[in-house]
């Protein structure tokens, strides 16, 4: 099995709080095949990132590598992280966030992801602002297609011809409206700062090594 | 006190510390939760420019004399604030708790401001403890860091029903101003331990009461924090970790956040903290002075910032939250007929 599947499967996980791949982020530390099995081992910005978050991309990852054909075993490391022993054991029994942190959730993480797919939709649509689409269909390249992929799993039309753009609810709403332009662009500015500082705390924390 | 060309800028410093985060003071059985949270504010110092980073030894534990160099002696600052960050469940004298932050009021007599913390989870004990910290330091804020670990809890959220006493005992004794800190974790942990809506709350139902000031702009929730800053007349905007961790590092970012800041919040509610020791608070304070709002067609949109503005936001705001006395000469025109409805005024 080559490493360039495997990195392939990775690019697939997102960070859920900053719509990016893990890949592009720098969070894969390292990728060993042997035969059938992949070990990987992943590294955030800050020991202290937020706990939800880090077991979502641990779990994802998780879940990518097994979808892989050929794949045996399945090992996802979360390393220098101070929930990292909880997370990594849950994750490689196939367990849930609840599994991890017994007692200290109420639910699982479905809410969680499906709020900040709602801030990425918009963040993402405030790219497309210049354009005068009729229709979702008229929207092509990257920003539209992630646009796309966010509204299919938030359950929002994304069919050709749908509307172009909606608020993170999924109301269709016009792209000159001033509201809906100035919160697009303050929550791109948002989920942009904030994968900048992750990438800057990454680098000091690592040296500039790229990642896998 | 700064000047540059020929403007005279009075520095207050509203979010400072003088921690111990030094291996002698960790708790046994926690070595690796404080060890990894001094290192990770040591990464956050990495954003500055290089010839401000510390070693990391030096950054675990500074002397009173590199404080005063650093804030008083090459940093401009005229009054400084510090905020509590207790931690005991990491460090075993906390990280740094009001005694050891008020160690120095006797070293700088009238250039500093203790404020204090409490948590709700500490109940009764804790209340008791609010009044004897106000009792001892005359402390007119607050540090809440709603992350901190106690007993098994991994955080707390404002409107947890435990706090409301709290907030009220501060109406109670005149601690007026509430730093309000967000971190990674709180219960339940299948939350966003970011967001801010329960700043939201509090604001609301302590609105001519209390003043809420969310330090780094509720980063790296800021859309959040805008959209609620703007609604709420007591919620304030603590510049901490904006100048230090993007002026030098992202530049373009920083006049985007500014720029979102100023249009949303506005230079009336916005408050320099250097958040020293992360960073310095030298370069932040010339840099922000010399700071401004690029040119080009992409930030067109944002209000500009002026050397007025600049005055109000180093230390003029903080000036009128804490009732620190700003001589004439540094104040801006007609500031005082303009004096804020929405401004808390001193202890009833």
């Known amino acids: 099995m080559l490493r360039a599947r495997v990195l392939e499967a990775l690019g697939t996980v997102y960070d859920p709080e900053l719509d990016e791949p893990i890949t592009t982020l720098g969070f894969v530390g390292s990728v060993v095949v042997v035969g059938g099995a992949v070990a990987v081992r992943l590294r955030l910005p800050t020991p202290q990132c937020a706990p939800n978050f880090a077991f979502l991309m641990a779990a994802d990852a998780s879940r990518a590598l097994w979808r892989m054909d050929g794949v045996e075993s399945v090992e996802v490391t979360l390393e220098d992280h101070y929930t990292g022993a909880e997370i990594n054991a849950t994750v490689n029994a196939g367990g849930s966030f609840s599994d991890a942190f017994p007692g200290e959730t109420r639910g699982e993480l479905d809410a969680l992801r499906a709020l900040f797919q709602r801030k990425a939709l918009l963040a993402r649509q405030s790219g497309l602002l210049s354009e005068v689409p009729r229709r979702l269909g008229d ?45 697009a662009s303050m929550t791109a500015l948002s989920l942009e700062t904030n994968g900048g500082m992750c990438r800057d705390l990454l680098r000091v924390r690592y040296g500039g090594e790229v990642a896998a | 006190m700064y000047e540059k060309d020929g403007e005279k800028y009075y520095i207050v410093d509203s979010h400072l510390h003088f921690w111990d985060a030094s291996p002698a003071n960790w708790v046994k059985g926690h070595e690796e939760f404080a060890k990894g949270w001094i290192e990770c504010f040591h990464a956050y110092q990495g954003l500055g420019p290089a010839e401000t980073h510390w070693s990391l030894e030096h950054f675990q534990k500074y002397s009173v004399e590199d404080f005063e160099k650093d804030v008083f002696t090459d940093g401009y600052v005229d009054k400084a604030i510090f905020q509590s960050t207790y931690l005991r469940e990491w460090y075993t004298n906390g990280f740094n708790d009001i005694e050891q932050n008020a160690s120095l009021l006797d070293r700088f007599p009238g250039k500093l401001q203790v404020n204090g913390r409490f948590d709700p989870r500490d109940g009764a004990a804790g209340l008791e403890q ?178 007025e503005g600049k005055k109000k936001i180093l230390g003029l705001n903080a000036a009128k939250l804490y009732d620190i006395e700003v001589p004439a000469e540094f104040q801006v025109p007609g500031a005082a007929d303009k004096e804020d409805a929405q401004l808390v005024e001193g202890a009833a």
């Open chain 2, 130 to 307: 609010l009044e004897a910290d106000h009792a001892k330091y005359g402390i007119k804020g607050l540090k809440l860091y709603t992350a901190e670990w106690n007993k098994g809890s991994r955080g707390w959220k404002l409107t947890d029903p435990e706090a409301r006493p709290f907030f009220d005992k501060c109406v109670e004794l005149g601690i007026k101003n509430i730093h309000v800190h967000k971190g990674p974790t709180i219960w339940p942990l299948d939350k966003d331990a970011f967001d801010v809506s329960d700043v939201d709350h509090v604001a609301t139902d302590y609105n001519g009461e209390l003043n809420f000031i969310v330090e780094h702009v509720g980063l790296p929730r800021i859309e959040d924090f805008c959209f609620m800053a703007t609604q709420e007349p007591n919620v304030y905007a603590g510049l901490s970790v904006v100048v230090g961790g993007l002026m030098h590092a992202r530049p373009k970012f920083f006049a985007k956040v500014m720029g979102e800041l100023l249009f949303w919040v506005g230079e009336d509610k916005m408050l320099f903290g250097s958040d020293y020791a992360i960073w310095e608070p030298k370069w932040q304070i010339e840099g922000l002075v010399d700071w401004e709002m690029p040119d080009d067609e992409a930030f067109s949109d944002f209000p500009r910032l002026g050397v």
């Open chain 1, 139 to 183: 929207l092509h390249g990257p920003e539209a297609d992630r646009c796309r992929e966010l509204r299919r799993a938030l359950g929002i039309d994304a069919s050709d011809d749908a509307a172009p753009f909606v608020t993170g609810d999924g109301v269709p709403v016009d792209a000159t409206d001033v509201r809906f332009r100035r919160m």
